[in-house]
Every structure is written in structure tokens, then in C-alpha cells.
């Protein structure tokens, strides 16, 4: 077994999770199966390719049999079975315990995009999740403030959410080269966690994002079977929820159940990244998919319309969840009015949702979950879930997918400053290790800031125009970029602005803004 190189300064308890059998463990994973994911992020660069030079996507003619197939996933557990509620949030002791106490079904622990990977914070979600586990978590603030859970045995069914196959974990290295990062998220959460969880009734679940194909979701698949046996759990005791947040999964969702069929949970409408997505695939197709601004685009649009009722009638005909998206709202404590607004639009959004057959959605603040769970219970009328409602009438065709010039909403002047001035505040936010970030009453996190820089590229790469006539050039975006910085009075480092201005305007397009700003971390020794 090759061994793995710890390339960190410590962290406090940090033995308790980077134990040698580990490490090991993650060691063997990733020997296993780093080559193969390689490979499948260079398919999708070769995808990509050819996208730009078609200009549209389809569904796939080789796996016609998959999508007419008579199948369905594993039965899944009970306590999986009822997710009306879901909130989500990063795996800060604090946070969590608020996620634990708040009456949601389900907790999404994100290592992921609500999640700033220092190392501190890649150990210390571990160790979150670990004591979370054990009914053994509490925290204390610098002031002294005690947080604890109220009720161990009423919590949230812990649903963890590991990086994207396109991160590397710089600080772990095998035969000198950076280890898998989603492996060592799943790895060390399973290796701790597996048999506990399943020993208190429970198993080991998780929430897969950032998927583009069902290759992707294969590998995952044989990520999870081979765990189970080198740990000798049952297999299928490994439960996946896939969020459905890029345009070429959103061709493939029958084949990603199929490929996980006995693994596989559900399906999520990944809104945030899911337009991201749209946006990066399709940035160079001209106009006609260059969208209005970012909060203009609802779940109304003929586009995301077809996206959503696609995800309910694929999982529901294979027995599987379609949870919805995300309510990002955090209530104002000073501003009533704000909220009244605010709630009633959240309030609309989950009751489309549950008329469209989710079985549950997500939110961001505890505050939400009475609200959500008020829609959902009364839809339910009794019933855990609307595996019942199989919307036999959705038919949906790759143009449906694809109708981005569609979406009704503007470009404009207040839309620009705010992708700068959010992606700056975002950035800042990140860089100083709090992936989640409360910004005009919002939560965002790095898929709203992907949003933000992507839509500005767009925009300039095809000379879009504002609603006051005025087109969107490099140089409109530098001097709106200067004034908002300066707007911010100093809140926003120069590290954060210029990471911002070389990933909206720079030639190249990164594929992902987390990998540039861990570039940033890096330097600074984080």
C-alpha cells in the first residue's frame, strides 16, 4: 500500500480522524481510482469541445435502452424516506448544531461549495461529522456562549456532501501528486462513520455534486461498492443523492440512476449551478444564450420549467427522490417588511415545487424550515413522500433543455454591479475561510459567485446590451469593478478583486472560480 504525505500543519484532534488505517484507506481509494477520474475530466473537456463547435447537446443514442428500460433503484431506508425539509449548511461546529436543532428532515453538511477547503476546515468538518455521529457534539464561543444539540435522538439524517470530482487535495499527495479531494472527504467520513451509522440504525449517505455524465456517476459507484467490501458493510448500504446541477447531466438523469441503481437516493434540482452550467457550456453560442440578470431567472422559465419536471417524472418512474432547490433567504432580525416579502416569495416557490411533485426542498436558514414544512405537510396529507405523483405527462425534448432565449428578464445596470460587487464580497468571504457567506440577505456560496463572474464573461464575450442601451465591454466592467470596490470600503481585500477580474475577464475561461482561489490559499500557506 503506497502511503500518503501529509503536507499540513496540525490541527487540534486531528488524530483522531487522520488515523494510519485512515489514511490508508484514502490511499487505496485513491490508487485505485485516480487514473479513471483523470480520465473522465478529460472527456469532459472534449465535450465541451464539442459544444462549442455544435452549439447544442442531446440525449444519448447509446443509451437508448437505459432510458426505455423497465427498472427501478434499491428500496430506500426507512429513515430516508421522508425528506419534505432539508436544510444545508458547512460543517462549522456552530452551524451545524443550529442545522442539527432546526426540525428539517434532513442536514446537508457541505464540505463542498458552502465550504472553504483550508485544512482546518477539511479536518474539521471530519470532526463535525464524527462527533455529530456519536451524539457528541457541542461547541463554546470565544464569549463563552454554549451550543449543544437538544435532542440527539430527533436530528436530522446527516447527508454530507464531498468536493467534485475536479478537485485535487493539495495537502494530502500520493507519489507526489495531490490526492482526490472527493475521496478524501467520502473516505475519512466512511471509514469513521459507516459502521456506526449503520449500527444506530442508520447508513452512510451522501449528497454527489458537480456530476456532468453517468460515467461519472459509475465511477462513483464502484467508488462505493469497493468500500463497502474493504470495510465488510453490506453492500447498497451506501445511499447517493445527485445533484442535477449541469446541463449535460440533466441529459442523462435515467443513466446516472441506472449506473447507481443500488446506491442511488434521489435526484436534486441544482438551480444555482445548473445556470452556471448553462452559462459555461454554452458561453461562446452567441446571443441567443446569453441570459437576463442572475435573480431574473426563476424556475418559471420554459428552460428550468422542463429541467424540474423532467427530475420528478425520471426519479419518480425509478423510485427515487426529487428534492428541489434551494431558498437562500436569511430573515433580517431589524427588517419586518424585508421579510413579509421575502416569505411569501420563498412560500411560492416551495408550493410549485410540491405541485410539481418534489418530495422535498431545500433551505438555508432554520428560520425557513416552518415555512417549508407547512407547504409540504399540506400536500402530503399524511404520506412521507410523492413517489405517487409520476407526471406521466412530461414529455421533454433536448430543445425544451436548450430554450435559454426563452427566459423573459432583463440585463441590467443594477444586475452587473451586483455580480461584481457579490462575487467580490464572495471571494473575500472564501479566502478568509467562510464558504458561506450572508450577503444582502442572502446565503450565497461558490455556486451564486460562479454565477456572477460566468455571466459577466458572457456578457462581454458577446457584446450584450443593458436595458439602458449601453453595451458590456471589458472596460464598463473595469470601471464598475473600481467602483464598487471602492464601495466597499476596504471589506474586500485586493486578492479577492483581482481573482474576481482575471476570472470575468480574463481570455480563458476557468472552468471552475474554487480551483483559482485555491491556487490563492495555497500561496498564503492556508
Given at each position: 500500500m503506497t502511503d500518503l504525505d501529509l503536507?499540513?500543519?496540525?490541527?487540534?484532534?486531528?488524530?483522531?480522524?487522520?488515523?494510519?488505517e485512515a489514511l490508508a484507506f484514502v490511499a487505496d481509494l485513491d490508487e485505485r481510482f485516480h487514473a479513471r477520474r483523470d480520465e473522465l475530466l478529460a472527456a469532459r473537456r472534449t465535450r465541451r469541445g464539442e459544444i462549442a463547435r455544435t452549439g447544442t447537446l442531446g440525449f444519448l443514442a447509446e443509451t437508448a435502452d437505459v432510458r426505455a428500460g423497465d427498472w427501478r433503484v434499491a428500496d430506500v431506508p426507512a429513515d430516508l424516506r421522508d425528506r419534505r425539509?432539508?436544510?444545508t449548511g458547512p460543517t462549522e461546529p456552530k452551524m451545524a448544531i443550529n442545522a442539527l436543532n432546526s426540525g428539517a428532515r434532513v442536514w446537508l453538511a457541505d464540505l463542498e461549495d458552502a465550504n472553504t477547503p483550508h485544512w482546518r476546515n477539511v479536518v474539521g468538518g471530519q470532526l463535525t461529522l464524527r462527533d455529530a455521529t456519536r451524539g457528541q457534539l457541542s461547541f463554546t464561543s470565544p464569549e463563552g456562549k454554549e451550543y449543544a444539540v437538544a435532542d440527539p435522538s430527533a436530528t436530522p439524517v446527516v447527508l454530507p456532501r464531498p468536493r467534485g470530482w475536479h478537485f485535487d487535495e493539495a495537502h494530502l499527495t500520493r507519489d507526489g501528486r495531490p490526492v482526490v479531494a472527493a475521496l478524501v472527504d467520502f473516505g475519512l467520513h466512511f471509514f469513521h462513520n459507516a459502521r456506526e451509522l449503520l449500527a444506530r440504525g442508520s447508513g452512510p449517505?451522501?449528497?454527489?455534486?458537480?456530476?456532468?455524465?453517468h460515467l461519472e456517476a459509475r465511477l462513483w459507484d464502484e467508488v462505493f461498492t469497493h468500500a463497502e467490501q474493504a470495510l465488510g458493510v453490506p453492500h447498497g448500504s451506501v445511499r447517493a443523492t445527485v445533484l442535477i446541477e449541469t446541463i449535460t447531466a440533466a441529459f442523462e438523469m435515467d443513466e446516472i440512476l441506472y449506473e447507481l441503481r443500488d446506491h442511488a437516493a434521489g435526484l436534486n434540482a441544482g438551480r444555482w449551478d445548473y445556470l452556471f452550467s448553462i452559462i459555461k457550456n454554452f458561453r461562446d453560442a452567441g446571443p441567443g444564450f446569453t441570459l437576463p440578470d442572475r435573480n431574473a431567472v426563476t424556475m418559471a422559465a420554459p428552460m428550468m420549467k422542463a429541467y424540474s419536471d423532467l427530475l420528478v417524472r425520471t426519479c419518480h418512474r425509478r423510485g427515487a427522490f426529487a428534492i428541489g432547490g434551494m431558498a437562500a433567504f436569511i430573515p433580517s432580525r431589524r427588517d419586518p417588511e424585508v421579510n413579509e416579502r421575502a416569505?411569501?416569495?420563498?412560500?411560492?416557490?416551495?408550493?410549485?415545487?410540491?405541485?410539481?411533485?418534489?418530495?422535498?426542498?431545500?433551505?438555508?436558514?432554520?428560520?425557513?424550515v416552518p415555512l417549508c414544512a407547512e407547504v409540504f405537510d399540506d400536500a402530503l396529507a399524511g404520506r412521507d413522500n410523492?413517489?405517487?405523483?409520476?407526471?406521466?405527462?412530461?414529455?421533454?425534448?433536448?430543445?425544451?433543455l436548450l430554450a435559454v432565449g426563452e427566459t423573459p428578464g432583463e440585463r441590467t445596470e443594477a444586475g452587473l454591479r451586483g455580480n461584481v460587487r457579490i462575487g467580490m464580497q464572495y471571494l473575500h468571504a472564501w479566502l478568509s475561510g467562510n464558504g458561506a457567506a450572508g450577503i444582502d440577505n442572502l446565503m450565497e456560496d461558490a455556486a451564486t459567485a460562479e454565477i456572477s463572474r460566468s455571466q459577466v464573461w458572457q456578457w462581454v464575450y458577446n457584446g450584450a446590451a443593458l436595458d439602458t442601451g449601453e453595451v458590456v465591454t471589458r472596460e464598463l466592467v473595469e470601471r464598475v469593478v473600481e467602483e464598487e470596490f471602492t464601495a466597499l470600503e476596504g471589506s474586500v481585500d485586493d486578492d479577492a478583486r483581482r481573482l474576481f477580474v482575471d476570472c470575468a475577464l480574463g481570455e480563458d475561461f476557468p472552468d471552475f472560480l474554487t480551483l483559482r482561489a485555491y491556487d490563492v490559499l495555497l500561496a498564503r500557506g492556508d
Open positions: 503536507l499540513a500543519p496540525a490541527v487540534p484532534r486531528s488524530e483522531e480522524v487522520l488515523t494510519p425539509v432539508e436544510i449517505y451522501y449528497y454527489l455534486p458537480k456530476m456532468e455524465s416569505f411569501a416569495k420563498v412560500r411560492e416557490d416551495k408550493t410549485r415545487e410540491v405541485r410539481a411533485g418534489f418530495d422535498g426542498s431545500w433551505v438555508a436558514h432554520p428560520d425557513l410523492q413517489l405517487d405523483v409520476t407526471r406521466d405527462e412530461v414529455s421533454v425534448a433536448a430543445a425544451d
